[in-house]
């Protein structure tokens, strides 16, 4: 397994405003135990790829990244207001933002950094830790107000090499906000990424997150997000093409009576290994939590899905449903899904439920009983099963990936 | 409509086939010529549906031994969608719900390769629109439930209705109509069974498969096959549908057993 000190011996001396970040993550990440098979959140690991990503070395400007350039992606749909968290851009602090939204200062983000990765009780994360001890590309805004425009944040991905950033947005009072975050992947790049939210009170925010990787790119992520009262939270996740992706959704409702809704699609293909280990604690009563897991395995892929749901004692009235529905499409795939509810409180509504299937053989015969070949039924059923996550990403987000080849073997479900 | 010296559109010759190990249909014979309406009639369990099915080509049902001759056609080394492209339509007695996929694209989609096999030009998404409203009249059907996701949610009456209106953008040669009156409310029948009636042309022909005489009642058959133990054992006229009213199955079953003993 990854050997801590030889990496960190590898990574570049700290600097940039996230150096004392990185010098706490280097210290602290020899005592935290490093991914094994031993450890349940590991088990289903392909360890030997997560060893890989972190031989990559670390993306600074001049990284090579043709492939990202901005006039190869999709146009945004007016008015989305787009920010490149590229090292090759010129500063971020250079870009005019819309009304409404700033750049947190030097002095906040030493105060604010951290606290939602602390209320997640995410510090003795090992994904996390590896994330402090290497990002030096951090985009931290305070947003307020009703009429924000939608926010579209690309994090480009460099030719071999690791892209580690960190992400802070912290929504007022009464804020609404569209958000998109899109991790691109090529060439055998990786990313590493916290992203950190903090809902205030009453404060809504629709959250897209996609990362749709050429089968050979790799993603480590963790949206950690906090909410306080009357906040509305709704994230709507898509992985697909990753050599190995996991994405480590964590919500905490600190004061109850919060909404959160998890949607989420992950597609692997070919060798791909695709895992979504999502954690919702509820630490106040009467929260409300409605999650949608889906899974589409194609030839000898492997997704994985864990779902933890606390409730503490003190967490009476939640009404939490989670649903983890998989597509098994092939003999070779490999599907784990797994629910972890942890219900301490008596007065709770929980209810949960996975399936593993494959497609419908009455549902492809009533299709090609009109005619219509059995490839092309395959295909509009998966876009069917996929279309009720897909239909909740924000800001058009479609454009940004391509769903009609999913299929490579298709006769196989058959 | 009987029509003298019309063409022989379907025929069916000593058809066996089973599920698994268990054999549902023991020699059925049957022709249909253009022009014609068959009723097919029998208690549950005959063979009727799987009768139906295996036209369209089910694929859990094995044929082993006999043969389905559609417009000269070898029908059994047919895939199920190039049996429709030829103008095989089948409606289903239990419409499946596919949720997620948008009804008016699937209609679209179907539309487009049975007329492509027509040599006709397929149609834009705006000439479909206006093709498809058009057609919604034959079934009195609201145009809200082309927005929705193929019979989701739909009602019993909602599901036969988009049943016919693909049977109508479809123009097929033959229509088996498997069940189409269970689960419907007076009025809904009359209207399935009005499109039904309007849909029928002397090119074309019709195989209902019913228990019951209120659907013939709104469309006329030209014959009455009844259905028992995996075999057509009596045809008749229109009158035979009445006496089965009149007199239910056990008749046939006792021909049944009369043609086991001997």
Redesign the interface.
Known sequence: MLNSNEWLTSLPDPKGKLKEVQVRGRKSLPNIDSPSKKNEIWRLTNLDRLKAIFDLPIAFKGSESEENRAEYWPDSPEPVFRISLDPNEDSIESIKLPEGIRLLNNNEIEQILGHVVNRCECNNNWLVTINKASSYHLLALKIQGRSIPPLEIIMPSYRGRLSSTRVLIILEENTELDLLQVFLGTNNSAHSNITEIHLDQEAKLNHGVIADGDGSSSLMGQILVEQKTRSEYYLTNVLKGLFLGRLEPYVVQSDGKAKTSLRGLQISNKLEQIGTYSNIRFDGPEGDLDQLQKAVATDSSHCVFNGQIIVPRHAQRTNASQLSRNLLLSSRARIDTKPELAIVADDVRCTHGATVSQLQDEELFYMRSRGISIKESMQMLLKGYCEDVLSSLPLKAKRWFEIDQLITSSKEST | MIISDSKLILEIKNLHARIEDKPILKGVNLQVKEGEIHALMGRNGSGKSTLAKIL?????YKITEGQITFQDKNLLTL???E???MGI??G?QY??E????SNL??LR??TN??RS?RQQEELDTFEFEDFVHSKLEVVQMDPVFLER??NEGFSGGEKKRNEIL?MAL?EPIISILDETDSGLDIDALRIVASGVNQLSSPQTATLLITHYQRLLNEITPDFVHVMADGEIQRTGGSELALELEKSGYEWIDRAVKVGESE
């Open positions: 369209a080509g089910h694929p859990s895939e199920p969608e049996r429709a492209r339509f089948l289903f419409p499946v596919i949720p997620g996929v694209e699937f989609v179907a390769t049975r096999a996701s193929i693909q479809l």
